[in-house]
Nanobody
Framework: VQLQASGGGLVQAGGSLRISCAASGRAFYGPVMGWFRQAPGKEREFVVASRWSRGYTLYADSVKGRFAISRDSAKNTVYLEMNSLKPEDTAVYYC???????????????WGQGTLVTVSS
């Protein structure tokens, strides 16, 4: 049972990056998948979650219009496309799965190991 995040790296402010989350080990992790992030010394915060079966996606205000979540069902992979990156987007990004689209980190069941995104100014 594994959510494997990848694709993090160093990018300049204003740049773009796409990170991925590959699901393996079971056929179904939950109707909702999403991303959280955690900056050094800060709590893990909600970024985005989506319930594709109902066409519902929720973004944090801080990333709305800049980030986009998508998925490739055939590959069991979820993506986070990040554009117009800012230094404050620097964090470890974690993919997650759960039963509902909520901002509460405690409501998600499965977690990946995280991938580091660093945005330089």
């Amino acid at each position: 049972v594994q959510l494997q995040a990848s694709g993090g790296g160093l990018v300049q402010a204003g740049g773009s990056l796409r990170i991925s989350c590959a699901a393996s080990g079971r056929a179904f992790y939950g109707p909702v998948m999403g991303w959280f992030r955690q900056a050094p010394g800060k709590e893990r915060e909600f970024v985005v979650a989506s319930r594709w079966s109902r066409g519902y996606t929720l973004y944090a205000d801080s990333v709305k219009g800049r980030f986009a979540i998508s998925r490739d069902s055939a590959k069991n992979t979820v993506y986070l496309e990040m554009n117009s990156l800012k230094p404050e987007d620097t964090a470890v990004y974690y993919c997650t799965a759960g039963p509902n689209v909520v901002r509460d980190v405690s409501k998600y069941t499965y977690w990946g190991q995280g991938t580091l995104v660093t945005v330089s100014s």
